[in-house]
């Protein structure tokens, strides 16, 4: 398995909080993603990150903003959630762009009250 | 708009039952065409298929892409119980991007 932890595994918070959930990896990889996963919608990709300090947008940004300081950490923050945001989140790594899958960590259960 | 569509939605089956599983896709600048296997947590890759043509296999697992027609199949020979899960098809884009689109899954269950 590829050595990716999320943190926190479960979260429920209240309308208007920040939240910042932690995706920690030991592979060394240079990319790292945040999805989410709803039903009906498949897994969207929130943004990326091609190296420290290198991010960019995906396909539902909005309402979320993250950082990658060093390269085994790619943290996603919801600055004040919505209940909209109520979801499982997914962090991915990958060893190289286009040529290698994507690979998985177990998620974060977030509910937002 | 890119997208990708899995069909069935939902599948019921005996073990030992062959099933196959479509995915088609309208995308811009393919890349390449992953299966994942979802159970209760995170995804497991399966395949990435780049060539039209060209079987992947693994144990009872194979899949095939179709560059001509835009669509996949994942084909599970001889189910067993622990085949039970959600497969998810992605559309990996262009090289530029690395961004991978994907399905809403089929949600395969393997009864004794």
């Known amino acids: 398995d590829a050595g990716i932890t999320q943190s926190p595994r479960h979260k429920v918070t209240e309308t208007g909080t920040p939240v910042t959930l932690r995706c920690h990896q030991t592979?060394?990889?240079?990319?790292m993603y945040w999805y989410r996963q709803d039903p009906g919608h498949g897994l969207r990709l929130i943004h990326y990150?091609?190296?420290?300090?290198?991010?960019d947008k995906g396909e539902v940004s909005d309402g979320y903003s993250v950082s990658r300081s060093k390269t085994e950490d790619f943290l996603l923050t919801l600055e004040s959630a919505t209940s909209s945001q109520t979801s499982v989140y997914f962090c991915?790594?990958?060893?190289?762009?286009?040529?290698?899958?994507?690979?998985f960590g177990d998620g974060t259960r977030l509910s937002i009250l | 708009e890119d997208k990708v569509v899995q069909s069935p939605l939902s599948l019921v089956v005996h073990e030992g039952d062959t099933v196959t599983l479509n995915c088609s896709y309208e995308?811009?600048?393919?890349?390449?065409l992953l299966w994942y296997k979802q159970e209760k947590k995170a995804p497991t890759f399966l395949f990435m298929l780049?060539?039209?043509?060209i079987e992947k296999k693994s144990g009872r697992l194979s899949s095939i892409l179709d560059k001509k027609e835009l669509f996949s199949i994942l084909n599970i020979t001889a189910t067993q119980t622990g085949d039970s899960a959600v497969y998810l098809c992605?559309?990996?884009?262009?090289?530029?991007?690395?961004?991978?689109?994907f399905g809403t899954g089929t949600r395969l269950q393997v009864f004794p």
């Open positions: 995308v811009t600048n393919f890349r390449s």
């Open positions: 992605a559309v990996g884009l262009s090289y530029n991007t690395d961004k991978l689109i």
């Open positions: 991915a790594i990958s060893e190289s762009k286009g040529n290698q899958p994507q690979h």
């Open positions: 990150s091609y190296g420290v300090k290198d991010t």
């Open positions: 780049t060539s039209s043509g």
């Open positions: 592979e060394n990889h240079r990319y």
